[in-house]
């Protein structure tokens, strides 16, 4: 492989496209004859529907239909595909429209369809229903409790299920300790805001039977599955496409109620149907993330030795289980708690919980962040406890370097890594021991800096079709790719993966083009549409790099070794004498007697002189299933500086050190740690979904629910180190969640660490300024009354 | 986010624009829009027409003489942050103004719209109340002029009348030994003042010997803080000096204090003598 493409920081192709404005996102297509439906909201938390009157809003100028959920009885209810196994799962049944009981604030009601958008909205006020009002309940915790409200007749305390993970003996870890530390954790729920929100567009042809839904997916070939399900429109007469997606973060992994709605209205009115959510929808009915409350334990010595962890959550799911959501807390939660230390023993309890909230689903990170925190939160608390550096607690309780396979106490094998040396020398980038040094200088002139630490491992690149079963996920996670080579050797790339924001067209063009020598330009990439691409399971859990680029890798030299056949036919040479370097085939100690990757593509397709039993044409297709998941890791320090006086934090400086295997496109990998790291900041420091004891989203709009900007961020230093997937035939690992997965725990840590001198307790997330400002007037209170104790 | 159906009408002058309110009742008025229009497409605000006054070119710019700064109402966030003029003659309006929103905000906002708006938590009516301008109102009687404290008259809502239109805005220009600044706690998500204060000094032969401080945000509309004007006259604007008048920014809030999810009133009660402090130090540093 030639290091000349792979490897180099060139701009994104996709970028001219996206900042011209002239990308076309689902909402600006437009079909002949199209109609636009618009959908009513529950604004209940939770109630019964006593009357619902559609006449006056049918009436309506321009309206061609309002249906309720006894006109839509033709769609089967949305599926969970994860069925978690041995968790005592209780799927509530998920209906596109609330029938007679509406179970969150954004629950589907009615749908108007008019000739205009404005129309279908100025309807929606026309539409007449009556609720009562019942209890609701968004806590997780507290809905678990007898006693609550119980959203679903046949399942007790709201209990969606009950998952155990456990290893070692956790018994004799506690028994054995010498040191104990506790805290209660709570992983805020969060909205995804992606910068599109979502929409459909639908077209039925009556005469032929087919259905066209365009859709803000991140996995069309998963949609188009699951709207053959709910609508009955067999999949061959069924097309998926996603156009430009802008951003999904896992909100555009699900499969909703209102993209069922509109293919409804599209088959029923025989007209294309557009529904375009407006953010405000966003925020209501779109999945939300996270949503732990985490009672977490650690059993260690006082030397530091960390012995077991414990741990029962409450993980939030919302009035319904949403595609994916219950192996998110579970699978890609629970199985990651040993984080890259030696762990001799864990058990955790996972309650997933329904509540009358949104439902939950993959956010950035998915599960793994919520399992990072714990980890790292319980060993900065250890370290403060046994009082010893952070850092040399970590090293010390650190799996050593291995390059193929370690089992931790969950039953993961971790493909390859090498902590140690990742924090050690991001340690040396921040030149750690100054920092503290400054730390310390700073407090005895009254300046409160906090350093803060954290080191991670993730799964990523999901991963074998065999464990996916094993798990209960309702698919097979390999990816697909096909490679067509045409005459004049440029090539098109068929992937069955949905990128939709992280630069695969380039990085995928670069792949090829390293492999068999083209140009990157004379690569195109095609991806969302299952009518034109391979099957695939989707942008998510960053595995299109892991496993659609390995899929892709492999299908790539399938067409060398053809490539190869045929210029050794072409020069009258044997295969086994035949070389390869820049795009070119030759004989090896001939150079001059060689076929250039374009000339070979021609002659395979003018197939004049072909080898015996070699096909026309140059082109292959490749179905890779990954034999592991893949395990970045990495180490984040960040640098703050709290302000006692208003409690404001000021972010002085944040690097991420993170290790996803050798990296394609630098450039587009410092775009994805920088983009996770933003968002992971935006759960430690401003964002939250925030509910009110009547279950209305009291952050309703981004007036309220506040996102990192660029002006509240500092500079994100980017660096790395290479350790390979062992497992990967390019060692790749996946870097789209990274960021997101260690900055959360880094900044508490270092906001909790700049706050120790005050004597405050662990904060709750969001950390705000009023709350860091309340813990330092407690911790000044406290530390009044232990002085007038001792006087 | 779809509007209901309106009616639009665009006015030349601000004579038109007068005609235009008289003909329709309950018909808005549009400058920049950035108020406006999110209320139409949340639907909370319908009105049967909005008035374009966009274009009225004779409400536009800045300008300086004898010792006043006039300021057209249709002036942009962006102009006056830009304008030289403003820059030198009242400075802490110009801070302000770039401190409102986001660049699209500054390009599209007017000043005029955003007085007449009078959101608790904008930026520049604390300016404007701290340096003691006066409003300019065409109405169906003619012209008439308000000083701020008869202008914002309480929580979104201003001495303007359902025919009134704002021509502009004057401020005293900044005098010799004067300094001003204006400093704000930004609400994360909004970007709205969770505090904001304005203040200005004059000091002369080391004392100071006038001030105007106002307060927004945490208050229902801008409020001059006159306890912490008259703790500072008279007074070498030490550090010390500065800090005790700030502190007096209790006696000034008055009994209804706003908080939100974000920053509870009681908080912001708390940390308001730091800002009041923060915007003093600024203003008496420049004022030297």
Known sequence: MS????????????????????????????LPAMVHAAMLRSPHAYARITRIDVSRAKAAPGVLAAYTAADIDALKPVPCAWLLPNANLKIAGYPCMARDTVRYVGDIVAVVVAETAYQAYDALDLLEVDYDALPAVTDPKAAAQPGAPQLHA?????????????????????????????????????????MEPRAALAQWSGASGELTLWNTTQNPHILRYLTSVVTGVPEDKLRVVAPEVGGGFGSKIAAYPADFITCFCAMTLNRPVKWNETRSENYQATTHGRDHIQEVELAAKKDGTILGLRAEIWAGMGAYLSTAAPGIPTILHGLMLSGV??????KEHVHGVYTNATPVEAYRGAGRPEATFMIERMMDKLASTIGMDPVDL??????????????????????????????????DHVKYKELRKEQADARKKGRYIGIGVASYVEICGLGPSQVAGAIGFQGGLWESAIVRVHPTGKVHVFIGASPHGQGEETTFAQLVASEIGVDTNDVKVFHGDTDVTPMGWGTYGSRTTAVGGAA????????????????????????????????????KGSPDKAKTIQEVALMAHLSWNMPKDVESGLEASMFYDPPNFTYPFGSHVAVVEVDPETGQIDLKRYVALDDCGPQINPVIVEGQ??????????????????????????????????????????????????????????????VGEAGTIASTVTMYSAVMDGLAPLGVQPLRMPMTAERVWRAIQEGKAQRAEGKAQKA | MYASEFDYYRAGTVAEAGELLRKYPGAKLLAGGHSLIPLLKLRLAAPPALIDIGRIVELKGVTVTGGTVRIGALTTHADLAASNALGESCPALAEAAQQVGDPAVRNRGTIGGNVAHADPASDLPTVLTALGARFTIAGPRGTRTVDAGGFFTGMMTTALDDQDLLTAIEIPAKQKGQGMAYVKFSHPASRYAVIGVAASVTVTGGTCTAAGVAIGGLVPTATRARSVEKALVGQPLSADAIAKAAHQIAQDLGADILGDLYASADYRKAVAPVWVKRALTAAADRAR
């Not at chain 1, 053809?562 to 795009?583: N, Q, R, T």
């Not at chain 1, 004891?693 to 660029?710: C, F, H, I, K, W």
Request: glycine share 8%; aromatic share 8%.
């Open chain 1, 341 to 346: 230390y030696n762990l001799p023993a864990v």
């Open chain 1, 673 to 734: 740690v920088h983009g996770g790291v933003v968002q992971g900041l935006g759960q430690a420091l401003w964002e939250e979904a925030v509910y009110d004891e009547n279950g209305q989203l009291v952050t309703g709009s981004m007036l309220d629910y506040a996102l990192p900007r660029a002006d509240t961020l500092c500079d994100i230093e980017v660096i790395s180190t290479v350790t390979p997937s062992p497992h990967h035939p390019l060692g790749l690992k996946g």
């Open chain 1, 3 to 30: 290091s000349r493409i792979f490897g180099s920081g060139i701009r994104r192709r996709e970028d001219p496209r996206l900042i011209t404005g002239t990308a076309l996102y689902t909402d600006d297509l437009t």
């Open chain 1, 552 to 587: 892709l890798i492999l299908a790539t030299r399938k067409v060398k070794e053809k490539a190869k056949v045929i210029a050794a036919h072409l020069l009258e040479a044997s295969v086994e004498d035949m070389d390869y370097a820049d795009g070119r085939f030759f004989v």
């Open chain 1, 394 to 427: 970590r090293l010390k309780n650190m799996i050593p370097r291995f390059e193929n396979g370690h089992t931790v106490i969950t039953g993961l094998t971790y493909d390859s890594g090498d902590y140690p040396a990742g924090l050690k020398k991001i340690l």
């Open chain 1, 154 to 194: 046949d399942i007790p305390n709201n209990e969606a299920f009950h998952w155990v993970v456990a290893g070692g003996d956790i018994d004799a870890a506690f028994k054995n300790a010498e040191v104990i530390v506790k805290e209660r954790i709570v992983q805020q729920r969060l909205i995804p805001n992606a």
